[in-house]
């Protein structure tokens, strides 16, 4: 199973920006389609987006198109969530996830990190 590490969370100001990393270790990243996944307080998670095993495919939330971007680096066994103009909305957990039925489904992602607190201040 692949192990997976967030990293680049923090407390940014409402219309600034970060970028999540996500690094994968134990499989080639290849194999797995990879999902951005967050929660909120009180809230359920909440799938954010995702990129296909060769990153040509990728799809969102409605309420981050436009906003967020995400990227990987097979070669590096990296996974990027750029995410600009953010919104207090935005305030949860961000979860790197893998899916290696590659189906892409919020169901199918069955490797999680542990997560990493992004906070947007009014």
């Known amino acids: 199973q692949v192990q997976l590490v967030e990293s680049g969370g923090g407390l940014v100001q409402a219309g600034g920006s970060l970028r999540l990393s996500c690094a994968a270790s134990?499989?080639?990243?290849?194999?797995?389609?990879m999902g951005w996944f967050r929660q909120a307080p009180g809230l359920e998670r909440e799938f954010v987006g995702a990129?296909?095993?060769?990153?040509?495919?990728?799809y969102y939330l409605d309420s981050v198109k436009g906003r967020f971007t995400i990227s990987r680096d097979n070669a590096k066994s990296m996974v990027y969530l750029q995410m600009n103009r953010l919104k207090p909305e935005d305030t949860a957990v961000y979860y790197c996830?893998?899916?290696?039925?590659?189906?892409?489904?919020?169901?199918?992602?069955?490797?999680w990190g542990q997560g990493t607190q992004v906070t947007v201040s009014p």
């Open positions: 996830a893998a899916d290696e039925s590659r189906l892409g489904r919020p169901v199918d992602f069955g490797s």
């Open positions: 134990g499989r080639t990243l290849s194999r797995y389609t």
């Open positions: 990129i296909s095993w060769s990153g040509g495919i990728t």
